[in-house]
Structure formats: C-alpha cells, structure tokens
C-alpha cells in the first residue's frame, strides 16, 4: 500500500526505512544503520555473563575438578633439603669402598679440577660452641664437627679428582659436603667473620693480581695448568664465592632465624646471583657448581618462605634438570599457594625465572616440573596486581606457545621413546599442564589490558584447537568456555573468535557431548549468544551446521522439564541455562532466513509458549522477557508457515497477562509482540475488545523513547481500521501523539516518523484534534535550518540522514494536508 494515500503498518514503515538507509549507500556502522537496528522490531537480547564463585583454597586442581584424587598430582606435600639431589653426581655402583689415610692440608684454591700450592696459617682459635654475635644475628657459627650438616673434608686422593669421581667416591650415606680449604678430618670452628676474612687473607697470595698481569708470575693450578684466568677464577672464588657458602653453612635445620637474619640470607643470595651473572657463571659455565646447589640446598630447611623463593631464583638461574628441577618448582608452587606470599612475587624477579622455564623446547622431559611451574603462575594470576605484571612480560604469548608444542605432541629423540605406555603418560601429563594454562589465561582474561595480548598473539583459533584435541577433557573444556565467555563480551575479541574457523560447529559438538554439564553447556550459551548478537556470519554457520538448530531444542527440552528431587537445588543454574538459550534463538532469528525457519519450528515455538504458560514473571523476570522477546522476533515473520501466526490467538492471551505485570521490561516485550501481531485482523479485534488500546495509549505518557515507539507500533495498526479511529480519539490518543513529537523529535526521527504515520491513520476520516498545534510543530521540524544539530560529524550525519530520508516526507505530506479553515480543527 502507498504510505501517502491510506493507512500504513508500523511493519511496511519499516521495510520503507530499510530500504532508504539501503539506497545510502552508507556502511559504516556508526551511521544510520544503527539507528535502523535499533528501531527493527528484530532486536538483539543482552544478559549477564554466568557466574564464577571463587575457588576458597589454591591447589593445583580445583575441588569440581573431574580428574580422580588417586591419580593426579598432589597440592600438598612436604619439602626439606634431604629431597634434592646431589647435583650432576653419577649413580653409585653399591660398592664400599675403604677410606684412604692422608694427612691434612690446605689448598689456596677450591677449583676441583686441581690444588694451588699448599701454605701453612696460623691455627685456628680454640673452639668457643655455638656463639651469635650482634643483634639480629651477625654471626658466625662455623663447621660443627661430625655433623651430619658439615661437608666431609678432602682427602689427598680426593683433591686432584674431578666433581664427579669426587661424589662417586663418597662413601653411601654421607651428606654432600661443601669442600673447604680450612675443614679437616676434625672439623674446627672459627668465632667470628673476622676469622673468615683472615683466613681468606692468608689463603691468598699477596700479590695484587691486577696490578702485577704484565710479570704473569706462574700459579701452580693442577694438571700443570697455568694462566692469568684461572687465577682469576680462584680469586673471584675465594673472595665473592666461598664466604657466602660458608656463612650459609652455619645454619641447619631446626634453627630458629630472625626476620632481620632471612633479610640478610635473601641479600647474600642476591649478591651470590649478581656476581655469577656479571662472571658468567650462571646456568652450567660454574665449574664448582655442584658444590653452590649443594649448600643452597641445605638452606631450604631453614623453612622462610622468602628466602625459599630467593634460593628457588638462584637454583632455577643455575640450570637444575630432574629430580632437583621437580622439587625446586613443587617449592614454589607450595610457596604460591599461600596467598599472603603474593607480595614476595611482585618484589621478587622469580617470574622471569619462571616464565623461562616454559620457553624451554623439549616439554616432555621436563613435564611434571612444567605442571607445577605453570600451577604456581595460574594461582598467582588470580591476583589482579601480579596478572597485570605477568601481562606485561608476554604471558599470554609464552602460555600459547606452550600450548602449541604440548598439541604437537614430542619430538623424535633419544630420551623419547615410543612405546605405548610412555606416549599415554605423556599424554596424561600434557592435559594436566593444559588444565594449568587454560586456568591461568582464564584468569588474565579478567583484566581489560589483556584484550590486545589475546588479539595479537591469535588466541582464539590455538584455543579453539586446543578444545578440539582435548574434548574429552571436561576441565580443559570449561576453562576454555570460561575464556570465551569473558572475551566474547567486547566486540573485537567477540568478532575475532566468530572469525575463527569452526568454532560453532566445535560448540554446538561439545552442546550435544556434555548436555548435562551445566556450567559449561551455560558458558558455550552464552558465548554463542554473543557471537549471534554481533555477526551475520555466526547465526548462518550456527543455522548452516548439520543438526545444529536440533541441539538447541534438544537442550531447551532437557532443561525445560521438571527437575528431579536431587536437582532441585540447583534450578536457578538450570534457569539460566534457558536464559542464554532463549537470548541466542532470539539472536538467531534477526537473520531472515534463520528467523523464517525458526517461526516455521513447531517444536520451538511451542517451548517458548511454555515458558509463558508455566513461568512466573515476578520470579523468573529475565527468563520470561527473554521468552517474549524471542517470539517478538518470530513474529517478524508473517508467512504462511508461520507457526507464530497460526497460534496468534493463544499468544495475544498469554501477552494480555504480561500488560498487567509490574515488570516494565515485559510489559515493553508484550508491546512489540502486539505491535506485530496487530497486523492481523482478528488480533486486532481481541485488543479492542479487551481494552488493550487502553493500557497502550497510556504508554504514550513513557518518557521513554522505546516504550513510546512500541505503543506507536500497536496504535498505527489500530487506527488502520475505520471503527477504531473514533475510540482512540476519545481516549486522547492525538494529545498523547503530539506530545511525543514535541519531547522525542529532533532527539529520535525514526519515533517522530511512525507518530507522525499514526496521526495520519488517526486522521484519514476527516477528524484530527489540536491540529493547529501540530502544524506549529510540523513547521518548525521540517525547517532545516532551524533545527539544532550535533556538533560531532558522526552523529549529525546520523541525524540529517534520518531526518531526510524517514521523518520529512512523512511530515510534509502530513502538514499539505491540513488547510485549516476554521478553529474547529476541521479538515476539509
């Protein structure tokens, strides 16, 4: 029908809207597609994301997880010095072997590999017992003889060996031992660090080394070994090293050490790292090595916390491998489990360390360390500040690219074999660290600044890999669903994931595998929801995908039924379920295609209608509007397939009881429906003849835009009809009209439009009242000059591209009608 020369539906409106934004030619989303989108009877439906309660306690795997207790790695467990490894020690052959007489002596060096000429020292002062000296703890409580916390002295026939033959010659049973110059078969004391620095006075040569490398003077440094360097080395030793070492040696299990004593243990260790580092003595390059890591390690039994995460940076920055590399990242983790040592992570630098052991190419080897390394950092990134500065250093790209070579699965080497039973616990070991890492970026996915990380380092599609190689891992499953539920919310990353190939029909798989798995079939919902809000693309692929459109009505069907006696208790969970499921059929339907099938779905319209029919609005709000919104949406469409159509009848009852609620929302959604369904005769009758006019004319008195244009939706279908024009009249439906096009018009017109089309409808007898004060306004608002315009360049051309194409010709055929020849308001 002509818009100009009979009555107009609101629906005809606005297939004439979209047809002039169409012929724009404008693409922009920020243009006047947006005011057509929002105006369509055909809107998209928003809800809050599902809800995470927080887990009470830090373990490795949380208390929902479906992995069996028995078979999973622990959270708790005990670590003391004793648990580590001689480092780099060959295995023993079993065989005792009997000790070697020698006499004692002294060696300038420590340099396993040979002595320096012997020198005789002064003998030590008389042995005093444990003293401390000074507050806090500036002490020197030397070597206690025999020990079990001392070193073994060295032998004539040990000092010449090598490390290795060294360790291999200890006899079973004794405790590493770190090999000192002053220690001998009876182990002395000294009394004080003045002793240790005249010892290392006298144990040293007294030539400036510095001052003297052009004589080159020739040093005796075993195997007949000489050179400025070594020298060097068993100066750096002597002086940076061994004091250290020994100061650590004094302590032993059981001690009981002051705050002020852990500061300076943490300190000493610090300066331990910083001069290796600056010799390049880190990692492997230390030739005493083994005999650093076995002094850090007595330490652990201290039982400090932070000087355990300063010994774990230390021991971690020397290359530590097996056993050893386990029970320094098991310490760790320990350590993070206790949510008041996050402090000691921020001012700490064990991160790097830490982030450094997940760059490391051969996984496989390194696995259950690996697990608890990332264990620590997914515990830690539950702390907003310490998320934020593992963000910074790129933590989201090591954690995918640790993903990654855990899907490919280990690589062809020596130390990897290919017998089944190994491949399967490779295979167990990876899903565990995933579940770690897929927490850990479930965390960070908190925190806005990740948006970009998430984006650049092209998550989406090595998440959704890492779903389809471990669907059958319900924990890895729902913590990926976690991370799509939280980004899905913002518009680039929810774009970039509807970009990923396969995605729906990856989460419409996992829909149908774990039904009944609430929270991830809830999650998967609501992502799907939001990818259908923002993309043409996802409602086809979700359409298109083989059985698809049957896994959503086979979930609204499973959850729609009466739960069981034991499932009661968790109905508001099953609730939301159908919330988010409501909202994506509602989403769906914006696509013509997709929305046509949907209205032609016995099936689903009839489960909607149950919702209407079984559900109460004061109780279940948001499950019931969403139910209406969605039918509003079907009704769109008006084919001869239409189910919606066809049970026209029952619905209008079923909305009629809604426009009584007190919820507004619902009372808006059962507008729109109406504002639709008007269009049929018969529906038309049952509003008149239940007075529904009545209530929607009140509408009008809304200060609200939206709620006004849906009133404005029911009354131009009503007034369509010569026998309602009179009745709508009397019950001031023209005043109301007016007064909408006064307060919403240079603000909203598209409203001002279909007013202006429901004042013609209402005028089409002859008869319009206060026509002089709408010719005042339709004047003013077809001037374009007079009109007031935004100054941002994007909203004004929103604005003048409404206003051209939808509101002023709609307003200028309504005011050439109009020849006011008396004050009657009489229209000739």
Not at 467 to 480: G, K
Not at 557 to 564: A, F, L, R
Request: glycine letters at 6%; proline letters at 4%; hydrophobic letters at 35%.
């Amino acid at each position: 029908m002509h818009p100009y020369g009979s009555s107009m539906s609101l629906m005809e409106l606005q297939d004439k809207s979209e047809r002039a934004y169409r012929s724009t030619g404008i693409r922009r989303q920020t243009s006047a597609e947006i005011v057509s989108e929002a105006r369509r009877s055909l809107r998209t439906l928003a809800t809050q994301r599902p809800f995470t309660p927080q887990e009470k306690h830090r373990q490795l795997f949380e208390e929902s997880s479906s992995r069996v207790h028995d078979g999973r790695p622990p959270s708790a467990f005990s670590l003391h010095a004793r648990h580590f490894e001689a480092p780099d020690s060959r295995p023993g052959s079993g065989t005792r072997l009997s000790p070697l007489e020698h006499k004692p002596s002294l060696s300038v060096s420590l340099d396993e590999d040979g002595g320096v000429e012997e020198a005789t020292l002064p003998k030590p002062p008389a042995e005093r017992g444990n003293i401390r000296i000074g507050s806090g703890g500036s002490r020197a409580r030397l070597l206690r003889a025999a020990s079990i916390n001392r070193l073994p002295p060295m032998t004539p026939n040990t000092k010449n060996m090598s490390l290795e033959a060294r360790i291999g010659a200890d006899q079973p049973g004794d405790g590493e031992k770190l090999h000192c110059a002053d220690v001998t078969e009876h182990e002395t004391k000294s009394s004080s660090e003045t002793d240790l620095h005249i010892l290392i006075k006298h144990r040293i040569p007294q030539t400036d080394v510095s001052s003297e490398r052009g004589s080159k003077p020739e040093v005796k440094l075993g195997h007949g070994d000489t050179g400025d360097d070594n020298m060097d080395e068993a100066v750096f030793w002597n002086t940076k090293v061994f004091p250290v070492l020994q100061e650590f040696e004094s302590f032993a299990q059981g001690d009981a050490v002051s705050d002020e004593m852990v500061g300076e243990l943490c300190n000493a260790c610090n300066g331990l790292y910083n001069a290796l580092a600056e010799r390049g003595m880190l990692r492997r390059q230390c030739k005493k090595r083994s005999a650093i890591l076995r002094t850090l390690f007595r330490l652990i039994d201290v039982g400090s916390d932070r000087l355990n995460l300063t010994l774990a940076k230390l021991i971690l920055a020397l290359n530590v491998t097996g056993n050893n590399l386990l029970n320094i990242c098991k310490l760790v983790f320990k350590i993070s489990r206790n949510a008041s040592n996050d402090t000691l992570f921020l001012n700490g630098c064990i991160l790097d360390s830490l982030l450094s052991l997940l760059h490391c190419e051969d996984v496989w080897s390194k696995g259950e360390a690996v697990l608890y390394c990332v264990g620590s950092l997914k515990l830690l990134s539950g702390n907003a500040s310490l998320s934020r500065l593992l963000l910074s250093k790129g933590f989201i790209g090591v954690l995918l690219q640790l993903s990654k070579r855990l899907m490919h699965g280990p690589s062809t080497s020596a130390n990897v074999t290919s017998h089944k039973s190994e491949g399967e616990g490779q295979h167990i070991i990876a899903g565990h660290i995933l579940v770690q890492v897929t927490a850990a970026l479930r965390n960070i996915a908190d925190q806005s600044e990740s948006r970009p990380s998430f984006l650049s380092n092209k998550a989406f599609s090595t998440l959704c890999l890492i779903l389809e190689n471990h669907r059958s891992d319900i924990d890895i499953c729902i913590n990926v669903a976690r991370i799509f539920s939280k980004l899905s919310t913002y518009t680039e990353c929810c774009h970039a994931l509807a970009e990923t190939p396969h995605c729906c029909s990856l989460f419409l798989d996992l829909l149908s595998k774990y039904s009944r798995k609430q929270d991830l079939v809830v999650r998967l919902l609501f992502t799907l929801g939001n990818l259908t809000a923002k993309s043409t693309e996802a409602r086809e692929r979700v359409y298109e995908e083989d059985g698809g459109i049957d896994v959503l009505l086979d979930l609204f069907q499973v959850y729609q039924e009466t739960p069981s006696p034991p499932e009661q208790f968790r109905a508001h969970e099953r609730e939301d379920v159908l919330v988010k499921l409501i909202r994506l059929l509602a989403n769906l339907a914006i696509h013509p295609t997709v929305g046509t099938a949907l209205a032609a779905n016995t099936l689903c319209v009839q489960l909607l209608l149950e919702v209407l029919e079984c559900r109460c609005v004061q109780e279940s709000e948001e499950l019931v509007v969403n139910a209406v919104a969605t039918i509003n949406n079907l009704s769109f469409y008006q084919g001869m397939s239409s189910v919606v159509r066809a049970q026209h009848t029952h619905i209008s009852q079923l909305l009629l009881k809604l426009l009584l609620s007190s919820s507004m929302d619902a009372v808006l959604e059962a507008t729109c429906v109406f504002g639709n369904l008007s269009q049929i005769k018969d529906v038309r009758h049952f509003i008149m003849q239940h007075k529904v006019e009545q209530y929607v004319v009140t509408l009008l008195d809304s200060k609200t835009p939206d709620v006004c244009f849906s009133a404005c939706g029911v009354l131009i279908n009503l007034s369509a009809d010569p026998d309602n024009r009179a009745m709508l009249r009397a019950e001031g439906t023209v005043q109301k009209l007016i007064d909408c096009l006064h307060d919403f018009g240079p603000q909203d017109w598209h409203l001002a439009t279909v007013v202006c089309q429901t004042l013609w409808n209402c005028s089409l007898d002859g008869e319009l009242q206060h026509a002089e004060e709408l010719l005042e306004i339709l004047w003013l608002y077809t001037d374009r000059g007079a009109l007031q315009w935004s100054s941002d360049d994007g909203v004004r051309q929103v604005q003048e591209t409404c206003w051209e194409l939808l509101f002023l010709p709609v307003a200028e055929r309504l005011r050439q009608r109009f020849h006011i020849e008396d004050t009657t308001g009489i229209i000739p």
